[in-house]
């Protein structure tokens, strides 16, 4: 006998409604080929749910003054304190920047780092972010939204008040590929992740050195929050001019449990 269908509520979905009203749309193969290739546009919601994702969006804009706020207030929990309350429909606050609007690329420099949010003074943060940063600096989170992916794919999003892509670990030799590349990789498999280059180009093992040290701490990262023995793992950072939250660094995590 089957089971009976799950309440369709409006807010983020639950694993019960993914598994009845969302068929996922992408295989794991798929998933890992668009990161390796780096056609992360292709990866998408279901139809369906990017309709609910869409309302909820200008929903929840609405109440908390922008989906930035919201995130940093609420979810993240970065924002104001009991201290320094902020009201919903404004979030104008001392410890951080309204970066409602998307920065633009040409902002953003050579080799100046993307712009970060403003922490409190007394945090003292790091220049970058490494894999073994203070906890306060970073935070993992399920995707509350995820792609139209296996429901044994779990996506998670680390998030960093640090930036993650800095001159101090990406040379001004590959600035511009890591900027319009970002960073990916795997765990977990045999697979590997391979720099991508113009038809024609050949790399030194100088530059794929540097491109290795460019991902290296993000890396780390996965492999200790996801150890390999236990998971498979394929994950990217977007280049500062594709990230949907300029200004608040973070990283996608797809892991399936082996």
């Known amino acids: ?52 994702y869409d309302k909820w ?49 040409k902002t953003l420099g050579l080799p100046t780092p993307p712009s970060t949010r403003p922490l409190t003074p007394s945090l003292k943060p790091p220049e970058y972010f490494t894999a073994d940063i203070d906890p306060k600096y970073v935070k993992i989170l399920p995707n509350d ?20 892509i800095h001159p101090a670990i990406v040379s ?15 765990t977990g498999s045999d697979r590997i992740a391979e720099p991508r280059k113009l038809p024609g180009e050949e790399d030194s093992e ?4 540097l491109v290795r040290d460019a991902h290296k701490e993000t890396h780390r990262f996965v492999l200790e929050n996801w150890p390999e023995d236990l998971w498979e793992v394929a994950w990217f950072v977007n280049p500062p001019r594709l990230q949907s939250i300029p200004g608040l660094a973070h990283g996608h995590v797809f892991a399936r449990k082996k």
Request: proline share 11%; aromatic share 12%; glycine share 8%.
């Open 1 to 52: 006998m089957s089971s009976s269908p799950p309440p369709l509520g409006t807010g983020p979905p639950t694993d019960e409604e993914i598994d009845y009203y969302y068929t996922p749309m992408f295989s794991w193969e798929t998933v890992k080929d668009q990161v390796d290739s780096g056609d992360l546009g292709n990866l998408k919601r279901h139809p369906a749910m990017q309709i609910r």
């Open 57 to 105: 969006i200008a929903e929840t804009a609405a109440v908390h003054g922008s989906i930035v706020a919201y995130l940093v207030n609420v979810r993240l929990g970065w924002g104001p304190t009991e201290t320094r309350p902020a009201t919903p429909a404004s979030h104008a606050n001392p410890t951080y920047t309204d970066v409602e609007g998307h920065t633009d690329s």
């Open 145 to 164: 939204w995820p792609y139209s992916i296996p429901t044994s794919v779990k996506h998670f999003v680390f998030w960093t008040r640090v930036p993650i």
């Open 172 to 186: 001004p030799k590959i600035w511009k590929r890591i900027e319009k590349d970002g960073l990916w990789g795997f």
């Open 206 to 209: 100088e530059t794929l050195q």
